[in-house]
């Protein structure tokens, strides 16, 4: 059963960094693509990013573009969504995603809060 768990989340202040990981219970080769998304107090959860397993390429909202970069660590079954310049508007919960052979997978989620 595949396992997605994230963590690196906490309290920032506006302009600072954090860097999210997701840490997977099966090797994360198999995986088509991972992709990350967040979800504000009271809104819809929204994609941030995605990278492919193929190519490698990586894809960004435009609300984050230039600010993120989302790596993987294949030895270590890790995946990383690193956060610059971060603003209040980033604030929400986290989530990894990965897709292998057309079924979705979902960590837990972990907490971003960006202070003003």
């Known amino acids: 059963q595949v396992q997605l768990r994230e963590s690196g989340g906490g309290l920032v202040q506006t302009g600072g960094s954090l860097r999210l990981s997701c840490a997977a219970s099966?090797?994360?080769?198999?995986?088509?693509?991972v992709s990350w998304y967040r979800q504000a107090p009271g809104k819809v959860r929204e994609w941030v990013g995605s990278?492919?397993?193929?190519?490698?390429?990586?894809e960004y909202a435009r609300s984050v573009e230039g600010r993120f970069t989302i790596t993987r660590d294949i030895p270590e079954n890790m995946m990383y969504l690193q956060m610059a310049t971060l603003m209040p508007e980033d604030t929400g919960v986290y989530y990894c995603?990965?897709?292998?052979?057309?079924?979705?997978?979902w960590g837990q989620g972990t907490q971003v809060t960006v202070s003003s």
């Open positions: 995603k990965a897709i292998e052979d057309a079924r979705v997978y």
């Open positions: 990278i492919k397993n193929n190519d490698e390429s990586t």
């Open positions: 099966v090797a994360i080769f198999n995986f088509d693509s």
